[in-house]
């Protein structure tokens, strides 16, 4: 019961979604044994018979092959092919294959020479013993690829198999309509294609082998069982019939029920599948050691008088095997390579036969039905309810037709087997088939496409990363050599350094280290030297730049001047201030005027420049600018126009002429303007000369100091001080002319001693201070002077003129009052 049970489990079989029952068309051609055909003229052999990259070419035209030469060679999926018989290499070049596209591939031509002789063969039937690697190295040099229409690599397929494959199914269910290549193959070579099954197993070294076959094969089935005999270690599984049950994903669910997942591969599920005619090919390769080339092909069709199947060499014309079994071409006669269904309709008759090919249908007209056009998509969803791959056949039709290709994408159209089952239940005649094949090869060329973008991305981006890691070493390598070099020249300088001590220390010269001290040392002098220089510099570019030390250097250049001119004055000789005011009354007032306005104009002018570059002036201004006057100079210039003053009064008093001075202040007329200022400027031009030339001659002098140490005179206070003088003079004068008494002013000036500038200058100080303590005294005078004062200044120049000679005369009355030595210092 048990055992019962363990076969019931072991012989379960599961059904797949879809598939469709077509006629079968079988018995056209499988009734016939299998034979062999006269050789063609000549043979076209392509290089690309499968699935990968085609070989190296290692013959030449003119070469003379034997049957099983290799033409070409490769590793991986770059299959070889071999020469279908001994002959002659013709050329090598284009020429139209078996593809739906009709387009040309590179070919071998070649000419039989009716000999058949095999190349030499190498013989294992101790396979057992060999090395599993070597003996999938045999199968790949044997050419030997999927012969039921994949034509993916056996050998490629098997290495990806060595690992994980518990269940080898082999595919003889052979289910689309017309083709019997397997059957027959199975009924007249059933034990090479069970050997061939046992390689296998053990090169992957399974658990189980099934060999799954359909139901309507009753002579094959017999024929392997027979060939099977009492081995338990395959195992025959007879499936119903269904299309298209032979596929590979929808057999392995069939057999074990598990479904190959998406985007994998059987393997991932432990199951490899291989074809009834590769395990064939397997066993001529590993056993015999004879190369792919020949196979079985089916030739049937209405139009074929002798349909059956027959041994053809690989490269063999189509045209030949249709004329070896009676073919009778009608009008527009169609010529398919595969099933009705898989197939794909030939471009012309010349095409050869390639590993692939495994029937060649040639129907008439009435086998093919009625050829409708093409008509719209009415939504039935047949194509649905068929499809054994679970899609949606009318959602890809549109996005194939529509050129939509991520959508098409996204619906698996990658999943979709071809097998021609949606277009077959059509009603309105679309080949949806042709569709997807169309859109399969433009999303391959696109994905090609990406990839060599990929891998020449890939390829600029190592070179860069190589150009930059040679850029780094050329940088280190270099860095290196620089350091090297650096060391070097630092040792040879070291070394010639000891060597030129060494020297000196020999011929007993100075110490290397008291030398270099001593060089520091004159260095340290130079920068002193240097420093002074800039030291004694710098004071004579500070002069130009500070106001109050030009005014220092001013007041010492005068006090030099006032030591020369006492020594001058000690020896009797006459200073140039003094020359000066004795020489004055001979100028002309009226060039005098003219130099005083020239004078007056050239003051404006470089006070204009100073003023635009920041700096205060030092020349004493003209009456008419009195408020920008420097009280020390406008002292010396009243002192010299007092002198003058004085002189002429006195020559008016031998003349018999009475004074101006002795007239009122308010009646008594000015003095002339013009000359006064012709006078100031011809005095401050001299006083200038000799602050020069004392100044060259580098004479010390000090500073006289106003007395009282009285700052600045500012000139308005000036200016009222000068009122205060006049009101001061008008009430002495009054008084003196009530007494009868002569005022000073009318004595000889010939008895005054000759003054001296200096000394006027302190005398005018001094005037100044005891006008300005009268002033104090005398408040509401103040006032009242200081409305006048304000009056004047709102006024022409003037009234500043006649406040300028009061202020002289008032102080020259004063001088006179007071003893001389009282101002000696």
């Known amino acids: 019961m048990l055992n019962l049970l363990n076969i019931f489990r072991k012989e379960k079989l599961w059904d797949f979604e879809g598939g469709i029952h077509p006629p079968e068309m079988k018995t056209q051609s499988n009734g016939t044994p299998l034979s062999q055909l006269p050789l063609p003229n000549h043979f076209i052999i392509p290089l690309k018979q499968h699935i990968g990259h085609e070989g190296e070419i290692c013959v030449a035209p003119g070469d003379r092959v034997l049957r099983g030469q290799p033409l070409t060679f490769g590793t991986g999926r770059m299959l070889p092919v071999h020469a279908p018989t001994s002959g002659t290499i013709d050329a090598i070049g284009q020429h139209m294959t078996a593809h739906p596209s009709g387009l040309s591939e590179l070919c071998i031509f070649m000419s039989p020479d009716g ?37 993916f690599p056996t050998g490629t397929k098997l290495r990806g198999g060595l690992r994980g494959v518990k269940t080898l199914i082999i595919n003889a269910a052979e289910c689309e309509p017309y083709i019997t290549a397997d059957d027959r193959l199975m009924q007249d070579y059933a034990a090479e294609v069970l050997e061939g099954c046992r390689i296998l197993a053990w090169v992957l070294q399974a658990e189980r082998v099934l060999i799954g076959i359909e139901d309507n094969k009753p002579e094959a089935i ?25 596929g590979a994903k929808q057999l392995t669910k069939i057999l074990t029920g598990m479904e190959v997942p998406h985007g994998g591969r059987s393997t991932d599920i432990g199951v490899l599948m291989q074809n009834v005619g590769t395990a064939w090919a397997v066993k001529r390769a590993v056993i015999d050691g004879e190369p792919l080339t020949e196979r079985v092909v089916t030739l049937t069709g209405e139009a074929i008088a002798q349909p059956r199947n027959v041994w053809s060499r690989i490269g063999t014309p189509i045209s030949h095997l249709l004329h070896q079994v009676g073919f009778t071409p009608a009008p527009r006669q169609m010529v398919i390579m595969g099933g009705p269904l898989m197939g794909f309709t030939l471009p012309s008759l010349d095409v ?61 159209i990658d999943d979709c087997i071809e097998c021609g089952a949606c277009a077959w239940v059509c009603p309105s005649n679309i080949p949806l088939v042709q569709y997807y094949r169309q859109e399969k090869a433009e999303l391959r060329a696109i994905d090609l496409e990406a990839k060599r973008t990929a891998e020449a991305k890939a390829r600029f981006e190592a070179r860069q990363a190589r150009l930059e890691r040679e850029k780094l070493a050329r940088e280190a390598k270099h860095e290196q050599a620089k350091q090297r070099v650096a060391r070097s020249d630092e040792g040879e300088l070291a070394a010639a350094r000891e060597r ?22 004159r260095h340290a002098q130079a920068r002193l030297r240097q420093a002074e220089a800039q030291a004694e510099t710098q004071p004579v570019t500070r002069q130009t730049d500070d106001p109050r030390k030009a005014a220092v250097e001013a007041a010492i250049a005068r006090a030099r001047a006032k030591k020369a001119a006492e020594a001058q004055a000690s020896a009797g000789t006459p200073t140039e201030e003094t020359k000066s005011v004795d020489d004055a009354p001979s100028v002309d007032p009226r060039k005098a005027a003219v130099e005083a306005a020239i004078a007056r104009a050239k003051a404006k002018k470089a006070a204009a420049a100073q003023a635009a570059a920041g700096t205060p002036t030092e020349e004493t201004k003209s009456v008419d600018d009195a408020p920008s006057v420097d009280p020390r100079k406008a002292a010396v210039e009243a002192a010299i126009a007092r002198a003058k003053a004085k002189k002429a009064a006195a020559a008016q008093a031998a003349a018999g002429t009475p004074t101006e001075e002795t007239k009122s202040v308010d009646d008594a007329p000015s003095v002339d303007p013009r000359k006064a200022a012709v ?95 009268a002033a104090a005294a005398q408040a509401s005078e103040k006032d009242v002077v200081t409305l006048d004062v304000a009056n004047s200044d709102a006024r022409p120049s003037e009234d500043a003129r006649k406040a300028a000679v009061a202020a002289a005369i008032a102080r020259a009355k004063a001088r006179k009052a007071q003893p001389p030595s009282t101002f000696e210092e």
């Not at 010269?509 to 060089?519: F, N, S």
């Open 115 to 151: 000999e058949d002789r095999w190349a030499r063969l190498e013989p294992m039937a101790d396979y057992r013993q060999r090395e599993r690697a070597a003996i999938v190295q045999r199968i790949h040099d044997a050419g030997v690829a999927g012969l039921g229409g994949a034509g």
């Open 222 to 246: 017999a024929a392997l069982k027979q060939a099977l005999g009492g081995e338990r270690d395959l195992h025959i599984r007879v499936i119903p019939t269904k299309y298209p049950s032979g």
């Open 352 to 412: 050869p036969v390639v590993k692939i090919t495994n029937c060649i249908l040639a129907p008439s007209a009435s086998e093919m039905g009625n050829n409708d056009e093409e008509q719209s998509c009415i939504r039935c969803s047949a194509c649905a309810d068929a499809c054994p791959a679970n899609l949606l056949p009318q959602q890809l039709y549109w996005y194939s037709q529509g050129g939509d290709h991520d959508k098409a994408r996204a619906h698996h």
């Open 500 to 521: 030129v001590m060494a020297k000196r220390q020999a011929a007993g010269e100075v110490d290397p280290a008291v030398e270099e001290a001593q060089r520091q040392a």
């Open 679 to 773: 006078e100031a400027a011809i005095a401050r031009a001299k006083a200038k000369k000799a602050e020069a030339a004392q100044a060259a001659a580098g004479t010390p002098t000090e500073e006289v100091q106003p007395v009282d140490d009285a700052p600045p005179a500012d000139p308005r206070k000036a200016a009222v001080e000068a009122a205060i003088a006049r009101a001061k003079a008008k009430k002495a004068e009054a008084a003196q002319a009530a007494a009868g008494t002569p005022t000073e002013e009318v004595q000889p000036v010939d008895d005054a001693p000759p003054a001296d500038p200096r000394k006027a200058a302190v005398e005018a100080a001094i005037a100044r201070a005891k006008a300005k303590k």
